[in-house]
């Protein structure tokens, strides 16, 4: 709120110098707190930046990345330039692809599978790339993802680094929900291969306890940020641009008038502290666990997807709902009966979908639980999401209480 | 800090459809102000969004331009589409078309000149666009100005209308500072024409008593923005949207997530009403009216250019620095005194800049009063812009004399 109450009008670092020192500050504390490598931070040549969303950052990195490939092949090549990610890649990625002129034909939505737990599968992305090169294309921008916004899968950031650099990709890691995670030493493995990445993204409006907007993030070349989005109007011209000895945000950015975000950001870290801010993200952790026990102890229940973070993934097994399965997949006797049993077993996926679907409805209509939805391989899940200050343990177990009145009434 | 503090999330309408119909609510009181043409009024097949700054509405308007082209004309001559503003439009237009993928190469900043107060000649945009046309590219899009950024010159909307209707260029005015006057029906003609215009914008954060960042923009045809903006991730579907019946402000933005900027814009409207908003803007008009009279009443001072709004551009005049003309441009008897004389006046108008310039600097280092400078056509002109809440007479006077004493000093 007092954020809003000054009302400070950042266009460059001369209009209010403070806005803009503080915003390089806590950046750098923030990513100190993370154990970025130094090569992202102020004090490696490097620098964060706050923008709005997450949609933004990628609009300003996919700009970036654009104009320097480019300026090596020629304008001309707007056509062939490739975006890559994977089908649990959030939308921002398209949307922002799109706007930045790429041609929505050359934008990869990678497959991912139940099998590798809907992460971005480095041969995958190396197939595809080896098909647009085949065709002429140009590898351009890849999104690599650290809790997926569907079920908080994580992509493979080594590996998948280890493919896109070979091609000059710039590799963008959006960690838009999960990053605030990596302050804590036991989750901070996630970001192993982020050396070889150029930028890195977090909403700390998401999990960091932070009013909407706030999303950090990290590049390690801001030059490349700044060729792209720079403006040199003559009414903005001062002495302090002029020495390139300041940070002027503007040219790090869509719009050029910003807010002082960077206040929200450091009342929060030093309200709290990092060690208070692990410990909420910690109790956070935990109390998903507690959650994920509690569904797997009910057979009627099934965890889709890994739980990384704080949020389980459940859904009503179809195991459940055809307590007499009279045709196994791949355990039938003849071709026939064979078919039958894919057909049965599709029939019983869509009846699971149906159940479940019903099921978060019934839930969210009482009032006493919102929980939200994702579809992943053709499965609708259940998505149950811990994240704010006042969450205790017994809110968990009246919600878990919720769930079973719901399906109990549904079953009956 | 009401609408920081509700701390909003909205996506879609679903997530919050309080915010929502109130942004529709109060977008269309705002154009009713305006006295825009139903067409741009949800009231009339158009609408209103509320975005952070007129970068973004540019960049959003310009998409979805180039999208209707582009489909029709094939994706592959992204390369020919050109952009047309003049040397006096916004920064905001060239970085918005660079970030959408248009060629640097064609951008044009049509050339003003201080004979026609630095408006944009509609005869100098037809010769542009048919030498365009000649060279093959396509006319795309059109930013014309009520109020520029130096000097609030204001843009012949319908004789602009008229040349780029032709071509099926997409016109957008800019209003960023001045619309806000445009609620005061004497100052309405200024929109004049605004029937051809395909989107318009303004920001209350200017002129109009809100805080950063509120821009209103309106557009005669949202689903071109919707066409270009929209997503439709599977964790975001729901009913309401799926029924077609609701606004989706998603869709007519770059980013996902949206704050609650209308609770600030509806504070405004509710808390001043019309008439007093009215008496608020005129007052400032006034108060400018005053200051260019004292400025014309000192003949060592020229205001530079018409003061159309709450701003008087003026310079420390070259005949107060060189009383005693020896030589006069266009009467001189010979060639060469003729051309010494163009020296002369060429070095006179470089002492006038510097001596300007220097004022300025004095100015806004007594911290009296703080002033801004723009450079039109080769001249140095201070800006001396009226625009808060408690600005009184009194205080301009103060200005005023806060000018003269460093005048003084400067020429003794």
Redesign the interface.
Known sequence: ?L???F???GFNWMSSPAATELENIVMDWLGEMLNLPKSFLFSGNGGGVLQ??T??AI?CTL?AA?DQILKKKG??N??KLVVYGSDQT???L??AA??????P?NFRAIETTKSSSFCLSPDSLQATINLDIEDGLIPLFLCTTIGT??ITAVDPIQPLCDVAKRYGVWIHIDAAYAGSACICPEFRHFLDGIEDADSFSFNA?KWFFT???CCCLWVRNPSALIQ??S?????LRNKASDSKEVVDYKDWQ????R?FRALKLWFVLRSYGVGNLRKFLRSHVKMAEFFEELVRSDKRFEVVAPRNFSMVCFRVSSSALFKNKKYVKGKAVSDDDEKLAEQKEEEEEEKSNEVTKNLLEKINASGKAYM????VGGIYVI?FAIGASLTEDHHVMEAWKVVLRHLDAILN
Chains 1, 2 share one sequence.
Request: glycine content about 10%; charged content about 20%; some cysteine.
């Open positions: 709120m954020s809003t109450g009302n400070v009008v709005g969303t949609c933004e609009v700009t654009r304008r001309e707007i056509g959030h939308s921002a398209r949307k799109h706007i930045a002129g790429i041609d034909n916004t569907g409006h009013n909407l907007d792209s989005l403006t040199n109007p003559e009414f869509i719009t050029l008038s807010r939200t939805h994702a579809m998505r």
